[in-house]
């Protein structure tokens, strides 16, 4: 299935379930956790040490035992990151024609959702994929774009972001505000010159004047 929409969603405080204890499982609950949702763990055994650390610092619910019907009830999101592609597509069955999303582990035909490779710069999040076809290639991407663009990115957008605020409060006419902030938006194409900090700072006095 390639018909996927592309969007950023807000999951704080709510309720995430991951089902299984290994590696991939520990490594979905950090990323729920980061946009700090509301997360439980069910495991029939936890062989990853992380999850039982984050349990220990209350981070997370967790139960370690058998998934049941019952659980899957009342939840936002779950991702079935167990070894066992029969329990996770029985998961997958029960809510699929239910409110809620589910994620099963390197699985798209059992799945409503897919996880994108994300390159993270603070407030620039830019999300990568190949709809399930060749998800260490998204990752691969996802590092060339982080190494073209650098570092400093994240403080770049977020500057601008700024003058873009600034610039509802000083600028009155949508034309001339528009311009404006497609200039400022352009400075980005020299994202590795080393003197467009001052440019964009200079942008941002102007609009601070």
């Known amino acids: 299935m390639d018909n996927y929409s592309s ?39 936890v062989l990853a040490g992380e999850i039982s ?14 998934i049941s019907l019952e659980d899957l009830n009342d939840v936002f999101v779950i991702i079935a990151a167990t070894n066992d592609r029969c329990v996770n597509k029985k998961i997958y069955d029960y809510v699929k024609n239910k409110n809620i999303l589910i994620n099963s582990v390197d699985d798209t035909a059992n799945s409503n959702f897919i ?21 260490m290639l ?11 663009l650098g570092e400093p990115i994240g403080q770049i957008v977020e500057t601008l972001s700024v003058i873009r605020k600034k610039s509802y409060e000083k600028i ?29 700072e200079k942008l941002r006095n102007e609009m601070e004047e």
């Open 172 to 200: 009155s006419d949508e034309k001339e505000r528009n311009m404006y902030l497609k200039k400022a938006a352009a400075l980005i194409h020299n994202h590795k010159n080393e003197n467009l900090m001052d440019e964009i």
């Open 53 to 66: 650390a984050l349990c220990n610092d209350n981070k997370i619910k967790l139960a370690v035992r058998e």
């Open 115 to 135: 996880f994108p490779a994300v390159l993270d710069r603070g407030v620039l999040k830019v999300a990568v994929s190949t709809t399930g076809h060749f998800p």
């Open 7 to 45: 969007f950023f969603i807000n999951l704080r405080g709510k309720k995430c379930l991951v089902v299984g204890g290994g590696k991939i499982a520990a490594r979905k609950i950090v990323s729920l956790l980061e946009s700090e949702a509301d997360v439980t763990c069910i495991a029939k055994e």
């Open 138 to 148: 998204a990752g691969e991407i996802r590092n060339l774009i982080g190494s073209v």
